[in-house]
């Protein structure tokens, strides 16, 4: 399988004469967050109509090499699954990539029954990718052969897919729908993330932690916050330090010594002699803690908005039937059409005309095209 592999600014002069004057690229970025505690960026993947590149940024910073190119509006970016690729990019390299077009919302708007980027392929190329990396860490160095082949093949047959894909949303009117999609996504991976509560309680992300009493929901917590300082030191993921049932169970037993910390299902035991210690200190202060001092399972935690009262509940139901009858009309995945968290908007602002259902957060422009006037008609409609 051809293709280049840039791991230092002196081998990049080639890509960057050809990304001069370039008019269309297909791309793709592989980051380490299953393997890693972090999930920076690993790999970036370009190709060219003439090469295929593979960069690695571990190596060197690419940033200027790929800014030009990625931010003009009018050199198109072909992408598949763009959301989570764009807030990398412009996390890491700082880049704000505009001139995008994503395989995966131009075959979602064409009813596609998979979108995944190997079904899609295998459709209309009749090319199985291999699914051997999918879950490799990119942080890895050095990459294998295997690695890198799996890495370029992922941008090699995008641009011709995105050919068919134009023509087929052409022919059925839907260009502008994956047009305004494709600047929403650019749109939405520069807005900051969304901050976690003040205080977030790393035992609600454990199941069965619900079930335990206050001793033992006070000891996970302190098994989490060592499990977490481990993670982050060696830059592993948190699970691949120790998953939770052994935590639990440690919670469950409080160990005496490291030896019977290594005796539980699943610990490594390599981790029980050389991290334990702090492990088993936690533990047995928590085993002598006053029963005042002890934080059990969250209660009233707030999880959002709640249950809409019954009557928007009621305009929310003839909204949705609504949706799903027009897109069993057009072919589309009903999610796709309108997804149930703007139907409820739609709800709560109960919007008298196509202007004011334009005013509500989350509805596109072709949303109200295709399905607006039904909306409408059921807003207006008695119970």
Not at 16 to 33: K, P, V
Not at 192 to 206: A, F, G, H, S
Not at 372 to 383: N, V
């Given at each position: 399988?051809?293709?280049?592999?840039?791991?230092?600014?002196?081998?990049?002069n080639?890509?960057?004469?050809?990304?001069?004057?370039?008019?269309r690229?297909?791309?793709?970025?592989?980051?380490?967050?299953?393997?890693?505690?972090?999930?920076?960026?690993?790999?970036?993947q370009?190709?060219?109509?003439?090469?295929?590149?593979?960069?690695?940024?571990?190596?060197?910073?690419?940033?200027?090499?790929?800014?030009?190119?990625?931010?003009?509006?009018?050199?198109?970016?072909?992408?598949?699954?763009?959301?989570?690729?764009?807030?990398?990019?412009?996390?890491?390299?700082?880049?704000?990539?505009?001139?995008?077009?994503?395989?995966?919302?131009?075959?979602?708007?064409?009813?596609?029954?998979?979108?995944?980027?190997?079904?899609?392929?295998?459709?209309?190329?009749?090319?199985?990718?291999?699914?051997?990396?999918?879950?490799?860490?990119?942080?890895?160095?050095?990459?294998?052969?295997?690695?890198?082949?799996?890495?370029?093949?992922?941008?090699?047959?995008?641009?011709?897919?995105?050919?068919?894909?134009?023509?087929?949303?052409?022919?059925?009117?839907?260009?502008?729908?994956?047009?305004?999609?494709?600047?929403a996504?650019?749109?939405?991976?520069?807005?900051?993330?969304?901050?976690?509560?003040?205080?977030?309680?790393?035992?609600?992300?454990?199941?069965?932690?619900?079930?335990?009493?206050?001793?033992?929901?006070?000891?996970?917590?302190?098994?989490?916050?060592w499990?977490?300082?481990i993670?982050?030191?060696?830059?592993?993921?948190?699970?691949?330090?120790?998953?939770?049932?052994?935590?639990?169970?440690?919670?469950?037993?409080?160990?005496?010594?490291?030896?019977?910390?290594?005796?539980?299902?699943?610990?490594?035991?390599?981790?029980a002699?050389?991290?334990?210690?702090?492990?088993?200190?936690?533990?047995?202060?928590?085993?002598?803690?006053?029963?005042?001092?002890?934080?059990?399972?969250?209660?009233?935690?707030?999880?959002?908005?709640?249950?809409?009262?019954?009557?928007?509940?009621?305009?929310?139901?003839?909204?949705?039937?609504?949706?799903?009858?027009?897109?069993?009309?057009l072919?589309?995945?009903r999610?796709?059409?309108?997804?149930?968290?703007?139907?409820?908007?739609?709800?709560?602002?109960?919007?008298?005309?196509?202007?004011?259902?334009?005013?509500?957060?989350?509805?596109?422009?072709?949303?109200?095209?295709?399905?607006?006037?039904?909306?409408?008609?059921?807003?207006?409609?008695?119970?």
């Amino acid at each position: 399988m051809s293709y280049i592999y840039i791991e230092e600014a002196s081998q990049a002069n080639p890509l960057a004469e050809e990304l001069r004057g370039l008019d269309r690229l297909a791309l793709d970025c592989e980051a380490a967050g299953f393997h890693r505690y972090s999930d920076r960026l690993c790999l970036v993947q370009l190709t060219t109509p003439t090469q295929t590149y593979v960069i690695d940024p571990l190596g060197f910073d690419p940033t200027d090499l790929l800014r030009a190119p990625l931010e003009d509006p009018d050199v198109e970016i072909v992408m598949h699954g763009a959301d989570f690729d764009l807030r990398l990019l412009n996390r890491d390299l700082n880049i704000r990539l505009a001139g995008l077009f994503d395989t995966q919302v131009a075959a979602s708007l064409l009813g596609a029954s998979q979108l995944g980027l190997a079904a899609l392929l295998e459709t209309h190329f009749d090319v199985k990718l291999s699914k051997k990396y999918q879950r490799a860490d990119w942080a890895e160095r050095p990459l294998t052969g295997g690695m890198l082949d799996y890495a370029a093949s992922d941008t090699r047959y995008l641009t011709g897919l995105a050919d068919i894909l134009t023509a087929e949303l052409d022919k059925v009117g839907r260009s502008a729908w994956a047009e305004e999609e494709c600047r929403a996504l650019e749109t939405n991976a520069l807005a900051p993330p969304v901050e976690p509560d003040e205080d977030p309680d790393p035992v609600l992300r454990v199941k069965r932690a619900r079930d335990l009493n206050a001793r033992h929901i006070t000891a996970l917590r302190e098994a989490l916050q060592w499990r977490d300082a481990i993670a982050q030191r060696r830059d592993r993921a948190a699970f691949r330090v120790v998953g939770d049932p052994p935590l639990l169970e440690a919670v469950a037993q409080f160990p005496r010594d490291t030896a019977q910390l290594a005796d539980i299902k699943g610990f490594p035991g390599a981790l029980a002699r050389t991290e334990g210690k702090e492990l088993l200190k936690r533990l047995h202060a928590v085993s002598q803690m006053p029963e005042e001092e002890l934080r059990g399972y969250p209660k009233n935690r707030n999880r959002g908005p709640g249950r809409p009262p019954p009557e928007v509940e009621a305009v929310a139901d003839r909204l949705k039937a609504a949706r799903n009858q027009r897109a069993d009309e057009l072919g589309l995945d009903r999610g796709t059409l309108m997804a149930n968290g703007v139907i409820t908007a739609i709800a709560v602002a109960a919007p008298s005309d196509a202007e004011a259902l334009a005013g509500v957060e989350g509805v596109r422009r072709w949303q109200i095209e295709a399905v607006g006037s039904e909306l409408l008609a059921a807003l207006s409609a008695k119970p």
